[in-house]
């Protein structure tokens, strides 16, 4: 079935570091691709998806592209701020159902 | 437009006891969506409506777990006979399948205690 894998954490930066975050997919079909973003005491909130292979998803700085040959969604961002502070997810959903299904969640901690 | 909404925020119950939580989603959204996320984890699908239909259960979902729809806008998830595994953040989402991807929107969720 479809699933996803995403880097275990916590991952601690201090800022204005660079950031990688991997994400590794399984899934029949052509899904599309999310990173979702939860702030302290907050909501899951989309931070940018793709929905083709090749697509690069951005948003506040962040960048991922759909890499279809490596089944993987990296999150990418040049320079964090200790704001970025979060649980990072990747996501994917049923090209029928439009159901997500997430991975295990990534803590980002930045100092400054 | 005020977001997806659920209540309440937070629920403490004792083991065996029923509960009932709500959702109402961003108006003019057709699909409705439960997930549940424990601690450490991602969040879990349980089930998804379109308008009023139920169109897919997760096997997560055993037969103490009922979803409804009724007018295909506000949804109630009931858990009977809670069991202390079911302590979990239940999280409501909705999405407007006419658009050429879902995304989908989701509210702050109920917490659940079970003891």
């Known amino acids: 079935g479809n699933s996803v894998t995403q880097m275990e954490g916590p991952v601690t930066l201090s800022e204005e570091a660079f950031l990688t975050i991997n994400c590794t997919y399984t899934?029949?079909?052509?899904?599309?691709l999310f990173w979702y973003v939860q702030y302290p005491g907050e909501g899951l909130q989309l931070l940018l998806k793709?929905?083709?292979?090749?697509d690069k998803g951005s948003n506040k700085g962040f960048e991922a592209t759909y890499r279809k040959e490596t089944t993987s969604f990296h999150l990418e961002k040049g320079s964090v701020q200790v704001s970025d502070s979060a649980v990072y997810f990747c996501?994917?959903?049923?090209?029928?159902?439009?159901?997500?299904?997430f991975g295990t969640g990534t803590r980002l901690q930045v100092f400054p | 437009d005020t977001g997806v909404s659920q209540d309440p925020r937070h629920k403490i119950t004792k083991r065996g006891q029923n509960v009932t939580f709500r959702c109402d989603p961003i108006?003019?959204?057709?699909?409705l969506y439960w997930y549940r996320q424990t601690l450490g984890q991602g969040p879990e699908f349980l089930t998804y409506?379109?308008?009023?239909?139920?169109?897919?259960k997760s096997r997560l979902l055993s037969d103490r777990f009922s979803a409804e729809r009724p007018k295909g806008s506000f949804s109630t998830l009931e858990i009977q006979r809670t069991e202390q595994g079911d302590s979990a953040m239940y999280l409501c989402?909705?999405?407007?399948?006419?658009?050429?991807?879902?995304?989908?929107?989701f509210g702050p969720g109920t917490r659940l205690t079970v003891l």
């Open positions: 899934a029949t079909g052509y899904p599309s």
């Open positions: 409506f379109q308008n009023e239909a139920q169109l897919e």
């Open positions: 989402a909705s999405s407007s399948r006419t658009e050429t991807y879902n995304e989908q929107f």
């Open positions: 793709a929905t083709k292979a090749d």
């Open positions: 996501a994917l959903s049923d090209r029928n159902t439009d159901k997500l299904i």
């Open positions: 108006s003019e959204h057709n699909r």
